[in-house]
């Protein structure tokens, strides 16, 4: 156990460890060792997202573009076809069909008959069904699609010219699981597509021609992995949500559907439009990119490991800690420290600078980097050497676009990915096509095909130097929450500070870690962004070692003479390790977040880079049994 507690005492690099991607396919497989339900659920229902989604998009993607040719010669449709669709529309250019009408019911009919919903259930028995991690979520071992059935609940017309069609739909269907308590639940996914129907067969081949050749052209080696964005901002809904904005892909479609046409002098007249583009991704399709492995370890590891903070006998504290510890209590850190523990985390078996003292084997617990890396200027942190089996996103990117790769050439100066610090899956749609037509003499918006391409985020500057940065912000953040900035805290007593409005709590009462403890965070923010405004995109999100996790400090009590006491989910004191005695959770934050405060607010199954305050501890209770060193400050 003390072995277990040196591991999570510290000053930390923190990391948490993914789902198994490997334990899937033929169910023979072991679960994962850190199998945890609620980061389980979450894979789950993605996994199941992904593949009803491929499943409907190989179901319709022939008929993306068709004709009343086909229709006729082939009897796709019974009731879809050119004149029914004009009689819909009359004299307007845009019509919701009312769900209780006849023509939606015959149109869902008729849709309906191009999916295969056997082939759904078949690729869910793969990937969902087999895959021995989730089968404590199925209902008796069952598909989740069992018992269910994709519904329509969207149709709409589009008359774009005479005798061209398009017709939007979307689709419903249930699924069916067991939720933490074990009992059966359902949750639903959708689809959304369109069909787009002219009245010559050369027509819509013409347009299947041209969107095949320029999904090629984007999954080419050429551009598969030239879409990037620039940032070193860790809030991961925030850069989604500006994808559009803030990446390069909207240009390099252009760039490459223009190349496209070019191809053809038969299409010099079209061009592409890209005002309207979406960019669709989610948290669960991004991953960081470094060195991940496989760990049998607990699920948050320490690095660097340097030990606790024990308040009945610093002397005896690791060198490492005492030298943090008095860091924290000087006026001012300087930039030399931050330098200093970047490069000792980055080196997985060297030591250098303020942090020379450190034990050997203080690193073992880290998602290692080889010391040649290290030499070469590689950050532990973030680094292209992201192994594919570890890796779904990177998995599903690779089967998406065979041509998506990361750079693995060692020598950074030659390495493309250099400067790369995670990946993201998204889908792009409303790629606009403007088409003339030579029978009317008109152009017309033709909306190309859905397609999934990965995106880099890539730092504005060195890795190594974002690391820096991180460290010098949060070290400053904590400092300024410990009460190190004129509230008196020593490396024996602590004075945390809580905002004024936190005086009013009801002395001796329960509160949760995250009522107590985010409200401070969010004060010592302001106060060191106000200070400096570059930190601000380092301190995006909070969490704790502990808090949350069932059994460590889940609530909080204040005396009235403000001393804090730590107690587990049950409400009892905080638990007795062997000769040490936590006192207090250890707070601390994730460079990459949901773009939320919090406890929970890191990214669940990533290998996230963060960091962590050490564990304020005694070494025997029985010797001071009502020592208790943290208290509350109140502060503005």
């Not at 899937?24 to 980061?39: H, L, N, R, Y």
């Amino acid at each position: 156990m003390k072995k277990l507690l040196s591991i999570l005492a510290a000053t930390t690099m923190v990391v948490s460890a993914p789902l198994s991607v490997v334990a899937c396919g033929d169910g023979t497989g072991k679960p994962d060792k850190d199998w945890d339900f609620d980061s389980t659920a979450i894979d789950f229902k993605r996994e199941i997202g992904r593949v009803y989604q491929t499943s409907l998009t190989r179901d319709f993607q022939d008929y993306f573009f068709t004709n009343q040719e086909d229709i006729e010669k082939e009897n796709i449709f019974e009731s879809i076809s050119l004149s029914k669709l004009d009689e819909i529309v009359g004299d307007n250019s845009f019509v919701n069909l009312n769900t209780d009408s006849k023509d939606f019911k015959n149109f869902a009919s008729d849709l309906e008959k191009l999916t295969n919903f056997d082939n759904l259930k078949k690729e869910t028995d793969k990937e969902i069904v087999k895959n021995v991690n989730y089968k404590p979520m199925l209902v008796d071992g069952a598909n989740p699609f069992d018992n269910s059935k994709i519904d329509f609940t969207t149709i709409t017309v589009q008359k774009l010219d005479n005798e061209i069609f398009t017709i939007h739909f979307k689709t419903i269907s249930d699924f069916y699981f067991k939720d933490k308590s074990n009992q059966k639940v359902n949750d639903t996914v959708t689809y959304q597509s369109s069909i787009t129907i002219f009245k010559e067969r050369n027509t819509s081949e013409e347009m299947k021609l041209i969107s095949k050749s320029f999904e090629n052209k984007i999954k080419s080696k050429e551009y598969a992995n030239s879409f990037n964005f620039e940032s070193e901002d860790g809030r991961i809904y925030k850069n989604i949500d500006n994808l559009d904005k803030n990446s390069n892909v909207k240009n390099q479609f252009l760039t490459a559907g223009g190349e496209v046409l070019k191809e053809n002098n038969e299409w010099k007249e079209y061009s592409f439009k890209a005002d309207n583009m979406n960019i669709k991704g989610s948290v669960e399709d991004f991953d960081l990119t470094n060195t991940h492995n496989s760990r049998d370890y607990i699920p948050y590891n320490s690095v660097p490991q340097l030990g606790l903070v024990m308040v009945d006998n610093p002397e005896s504290m690791d060198p490492g800690v005492l030298g943090f510890m008095e860091k924290m209590q000087s006026d001012e850190i300087p930039e030399s420290y931050f330098k200093s523990m970047a490069t000792s985390f980055d080196a997985s078996k060297k030591n250098t600078g303020d942090w020379d003292q450190l034990k050997s084997g203080d690193w073992s617990y880290a998602p290692e980097l080889d010391n040649d890396l290290s030499d070469k200027g590689w950050s532990r942190a973030f680094n292209p050497f992201l192994d594919k089996k570890y890796s779904k996103v990177l998995t599903d990117l690779s089967s998406i676009s065979p041509n998506f790769a990361l750079d693995q050439n060692k020598e950074i100066s030659e390495n493309k990915d250099s400067k790369l610090m995670g990946i993201y899956k998204v889908e792009t749609s409303g790629l606009i096509l403007n088409y003339y037509n030579s029978f009317t003499g008109n152009t017309i918006d033709l909306q190309m095909p859905k397609i999934q391409i990965g995106i880099r985020q890539n730092a504005p500057e060195t890795t190594k130097k974002i690391v820096e940065d991180f460290f010098a912000a949060n070290v400053n953040l904590f400092k300024q929450m410990y009460g190190y900035n004129g509230s008196g805290s020593t490396t024996t007593n602590f004075f945390i500070e809580m905002p004024n409005s936190l005086g009013s709590l009801k002395r001796d009462t329960f509160y949760t870690f995250g009522e107590v403890f985010n409200p401070a965070y969010e004060q010592a923010r302001k106060k060191v962004i106000s200070k400096n405004s570059n930190y601000e995109k380092y301190l995006t999100s909070f969490a704790s070692f502990g808090a949350g996790s069932g059994n460590e400090c889940e609530y909080i009590k204040i005396d009235n003479n403000n001393v804090m006491s730590f107690y587990d989910a049950n409400k009892l004191p905080h638990k007795t390790y062997g000769p040490y005695f936590p006192w207090i959770c250890s707070p601390g934050s994730y460079f990459f977040s949901k773009d939320s405060y919090g406890v929970k607010s890191g990214l669940g199954g990533q290998w996230n880079f963060g960091f962590s305050m050490p564990l304020i501890s005694i070494r025997d209770i029985k010797l001071i049994p009502n020592y208790k060193p943290v208290k509350a400050v109140f502060v503005d």
